[in-house]
């Protein structure tokens, strides 16, 4: 039997070749004017895993974007692994702060990564994590070291909420029964420590509109006798922490989980250097939460982050005018225990409460998810464990993620299932910014890593 590395070795040149030919296409779900790119991608993901021997595949439609459908089912008796991952990406704006298009992939050396990264909008969130599985199955149907059943569910609504899979996984679950989900759409610690992702934060994703006068007004005509609706929806925003950075809504914190001590300490055993994070990010200080350190404020703390804010003239040169509307979008992240439904409502309920008279306020609600925590005691977690252990010749250090993957919630509730989550990204792959990327290295180290916890957990669960 060929080893993963050496099958990888053989086939590296192939491998890359096919993950820049799908990094080309604009899968951009946010955007309806790329909606034939999105489903263009659909039929590729299809076609990518009828070619790595899934004996069984299809685009099921759905009220949004398909979800596409795969499996390798070997006997009825054994595991089965369901994994789900995502072929739509993110907008590339600003394009004017790539290095190099977004959708032109290139392999560029880097001090990090001196065998390559690729470089384009979803190498990394999740393309290239998503392809590693693809290629993994590849290696194993090719050389006859399946062990187990697998199914593959790789949808198109990730990055707007991952809508329609909500209903898909409601309405197919005897379709998608499983033994364990395996998702790859996370991160490592540092290129040679692994990390195996035991928490995931959930998400409140809403928008928000201040509304003033009927129109438009004359700055010098009407400033200063009516509520400018910027002013106002600015030292609104500003009012949601107060001088420690803690969120001031009331309730916020009601349902959050504090970690022991312990749990705390183990979480700091983990590497980290805070001069190498502000020089990575070009910044002069980190700023937060008080009383929590840099890595327990963007993983085990809830956070309330502006995303966007406009209103009035921004084009080029002066209008003076006092706007008639303003907007913000406004993202939530949320730790285990706090229900998106109930922080949505509770700031919906403080954001109308602290509006002044003379505007008027509207929030809309758009998305989000709870939060995931991974029992490290799961033959899943184990299985994963071993596989980094085999491939990196160290244990995996288990790690609490900032992001949210909403659906991994859903997941357990729906299909009573847990998820593991064997990330290969790292913090500088510069996911959702420009010039995001993937190393060659990462990349490769993936498609070695994944056919272990098969073979692992298959071994386990007997």
Known sequence: MQEPKAYIEENKDRFLNELIEILKIPSISADSAFSHDVL??????????????????????????????????????????????????????????????????????????????????????????????????????????????????IEGEEEVGSNSLVTFVKDHKEKLANDIILISDTGMIAKDIPSVTAGLRGLSYVEVEVTGPN?????????????????VLAKMIASLHDENNHITIPGFYDKVQELSKEERAAMAEAPFNIEDYKRALDIEEVYGEK??????????????????????????????????KAYAKISMRLVPDQDWHEITDLFTAHFESIAPKGVRVKVTPHHGGQGYVTPVENIGYKAAEKAYTTTFGR??????????????????????????????????????????????GNYLKGIETIPYFYQYFTELSK
């Open 215 to 231: 129109r438009d007004l004359h700055s010098g005509l009407y400033g200063g006798a009516v509520a400018n609706p910027i002013n």
């Open 40 to 153: 263009h991608m659909a039929e590729i993901v299809e076609k990518s895993l009828q070619a790595a021997g899934c004996s069984h595949t299809e685009i099921c439609e759905t009220e949004g974007y398909p979800i596409v459908y795969g499996e390798h089912m070997i006997d009825p008796s054994l595991p089965t692994v369901l994994v789900y991952g995502h072929y739509d990406v993110q907008p590339p704006d600003p394009l004017d702060l790539w290095d190099s298009p977004p959708f032109e992939p290139v392999i560029k050396q880097t001090n990090l990564h001196p065998e390559g990264a690729i470089y384009a909008r979803g190498a990394s969130d999740d393309k290239g994590q998503m392809y590693m599985h693809v290629k993994a199955l590849e290696y194993m149907v090719n050389n006859k070291v399946l062990p187990c059943n697998v199914k593959f569910m």
């Open 395 to 440: 244990s995996p250090i288990p790690e609490r993620s900032g992001g949210s993957i909403p659906i991994v919630a859903l997941f357990e509730e729906e299909m009573d299932s847990k998820t593991i989550l064997m990330g290969f990204g790292l913090d500088s792959d510069a996911i959702h910014s420009p010039n995001e990327h993937f190393g060659v």
């Open 291 to 324: 009383g929590y350190t840099t890595n327990e404020r963007n993983s085990i703390r809830p956070t309330l982050d502006v995303n966007g804010i406009w209103g009035g003239y921004t084009g080029e040169g002066a209008k003076t005018v006092i706007p008639s």
